[in-house]
């Protein structure tokens, strides 16, 4: 499946794919389907990221009927079910291997510009290509982010981003401070809490929903409901979506609601958003309780639209009571002693940036994203693959990734025939 590249500033392909997850696989297949010449440019290995950038215990929050790429389904025996981080990095290589994709393993791209000639210049780490078409699959989360406030924090506080955690026993003993409340803040908060730390969270302003209701996963009232297939620009807010926090919610042992509420019934510690920090002073927004209404509030609409959909369907579903509040905060502190506290650790889910220093092409807003409809830039011959939102909401996951990856194939079909007809 891999092979190593040879330095070559002869080398040409009709169309270079960087990337070499699920996105840059999926595209691959489609290409190769069509019998167009390509190559896909991997700086690490195939689908390293899901061992990488997740922890021991993560599991999706998607059902696995949902994992569908081109050609290629979930077949387990449990579809139902959550895959954890190995068996889904297992799945998507078990992918590579249905149909031998051209994946050259340990090659980094450094740079893309417009060719003198035309088409693109692709320099890597191992020599340059030219290039018709480049499909940039990389995703969109690059940099871990950590504000930099961060750096007035004592040095006997381990600080460490989401994307480096790994499980409880490796941090420091002690209690953990989580700040961000994303799908990956409130799991780590989770998996710390279930480890039995004790854990000191500054809640964001991410919504959450149920796991399941009214006898099934939301997942698949939303499936069924059409909302993963509602293209952007159609939905509330148009293209300010793909700047939207996903909301938290978990598979674990079999899927469940991610309660904050439940977890400071238990003894985790619940501030507003985090504002800045002095030595071992941590400052918080009073904004906690605002934050836990509002997050209840997402998950009350989007049962109120699988009421409305139950009902218009005429759908047999069991009832089911609305959720009520478990713990309410009665006072909101604004300023923690992390030392005092004796907090020894800090996980940062704050998110990630982008970057695409290496991409020298004119296709960016002034915040440095890539200006898309459906992954087709205004550059002809130059397409995204798997970002969020890309198209709908399914494309930043498995559920959608096939079709985002079968519109870019035609079109990248129809520049080479637009190129052989030149």
Known sequence: MTERLEPSSAEHHEVVVIGGGQAGLSISWHLTRRGIDHVVLERDTVGHEWLDTRWDNFTLVTPNWQCALPGYRYNGSDPDGFMPRDEVYAWLRGYADTFDPPVREHVEVTGVSLAGSGGFTVDTTAGALHADQVVVAVGGYHTPLIPRFAEKLPDSILQLH?????????????????????????????DLHLAGRRVHLAVGNAPRVARFYRGRDCV?????????????EDQPG???????????????DGGRDIDLRQFAREGMALYGRMAHIDGSTAYFEPSLARSLDAADAVADGIKDS?????ARENISAPSESRYVPVWRPEHEPTEVDLEAQGITSVV???????????????????E????????VTAVPGLYFLGLPWLHTWGSGRFAAIARDAEYVAERIAIGDRAVAVA
Not at 368 to 375: A, D, K, Q, S
Request: proline share 3%.
């Open 306 to 310: 699988i009421d409305a959909y139950i």
């Open 238 to 252: 148009g293209l300010g979506k793909r700047e939207n926090t996903n909301h938290y919610v978990t598979g674990r």
């Open 162 to 190: 989401s994307a480096r955690y790994r499980n409880a026993a490796d941090l420091p003993e002690g209690a953990v401070l989580v700040v961000g409340t994303g799908q990956s803040g409130a799991q780590i908060a989770e």
């Open 220 to 232: 698949a009232w939303l499936q069924d409901m059409g909302h993963y297939d509602i293209p952007i």
């Open 368 to 375: 440095g994203h890539p200006c898309h409809n459906r992954g």
């Open 348 to 366: 940062w889910s704050v998110g990630f940036r982008t970057d695409y220093r290496w991409l020298h092409v004119g296709v960016f807003d002034g």
